[in-house]
């Protein structure tokens, strides 16, 4: 039973975008906009996805089109009608896209979990992390030009009170304590990281409710990656670190549905059929899940880097 309850608050949510690259121009949403798959700004469609991760696998469980404010316009009419794209159907950024997606599946009770993820797309909105469920956590990446103003410095007393970019508190020696772990298990070993975390303001006016956890992840490749997190300041490193870790599934997710369930594989046009077919492979995951959890004879076959692979 304990080890029940555990996976159970081990449940993590993920928050991204990924885009579809389109030749043609009837497809609904399709416009000229950035494109991950690309590296460049091309014809695409772009969508906004949730993910639930736990020890026990993970999948998508929902999404949305997001539609270009153009597709609003009086050139677009015909192309809105030809698509079917519902008249009730308003612009909405890929921002509320997402906190509308997360509110349903939150409401139903199904997935249970303690953290939201996302990339720094949604996280350097303070409004979008406002807007998330007042009982979550949230581990939300930024950019590395981020402003922040120390908690506390006695040292770096300029820190405090003019505040400086992410960055340029990893620069700044002797502030950091970085602390190494096992991410996940490669060819040749252990694969580890370097962490660290330090108390922050994201307001120079320094207000309680301001206050923020600032987590650095050293990769690696010596990438450092950064976050934001309203989680108390009692929660535990290595939770930090796990949490760390689940922002990797959706990206696994993404990878999987392309390759092995058709995710980026149709030809429809319409917003009713885009939504069911993106429905239908998320469907299709589950059922995977589901079976990988039935036959697997690794408990950890899994589970994402940065958890444990016991699942207790």
């Given at each position: 039973?304990r ?34 798959a ?28 997001y ?13 809105r009608?030809?698509?079917?794209v ?9 921002l509320?896209?997402?906190?509308g ?76 304590q ?16 370097a962490f ?29 990656k ?6 108390p ?77 016991t699942?207790?």
């Amino acid at each position: 039973m304990r080890s029940r309850i555990q996976k159970r608050r081990e449940g993590v949510w993920s928050i991204d975008a990924s885009e579809f690259a389109k030749k043609g121009k009837d497809s609904v949403g399709v416009a000229p906009q950035y494109c991950g798959a690309l590296g460049k700004t091309a014809n695409c469609q772009s969508g906004v996805f949730i993910c639930y991760s736990s020890p026990n696998g993970h999948a998508l469980l929902d999404g949305g089109l997001y539609l270009p404010q153009c597709w609003f316009t009086e050139n677009y009419k015909e192309r809105r009608e030809k698509c079917r794209v519902p008249e009730n159907i308003t612009f909405k950024t890929k921002l509320e896209i997402a906190l509308g997606l997360f509110t349903r599946l939150k409401r139903n009770r199904l997935f249970p979990g303690q953290w939201v993820t996302c990339d720094a797309s949604f996280g350097n909105n303070n409004e979008f992390l406002e807007g998330l469920p007042k009982e979550l956590y949230y581990l939300a990446d930024i950019s590395a030009t981020r402003k922040v103003w120390l908690k506390h410095s006695p040292e770096h007393p300029e820190l405090e009170s003019q505040g400086c970019t992410v960055e340029q508190l990893v620069e700044t020696k002797g502030l950091l304590q970085w602390r190494s772990r096992k991410i996940a298990e490669g060819e040749k070993g252990p694969i580890v990281a370097a962490f660290a975390r330090v108390r922050v303001y994201v307001d120079e006016k320094r207000t309680p409710e301001s206050e923020r956890t600032l987590w650095m992840r050293n990769d690696p490749s010596g990438k450092i990656k950064y976050a934001l997190s309203n989680a108390p300041e009692s929660t535990g490193f290595d939770e930090m670190v796990r949490v760390s870790g689940a922002r990797w599934p959706i990206e696994r997710c993404f990878e999987e549905n392309k390759s092995e369930l058709w995710m980026d594989h149709y030809e429809h046009r319409s917003w009713a059929a885009w939504h069911r077919h993106m429905r239908l492979v998320f469907l299709a995951q589950l059922f995977l899940v589901r079976l990988r959890l039935k036959y697997k004879k690794s408990p950890g076959a899994d589970v994402a880097p940065g958890a444990d692979a016991t699942g207790t």
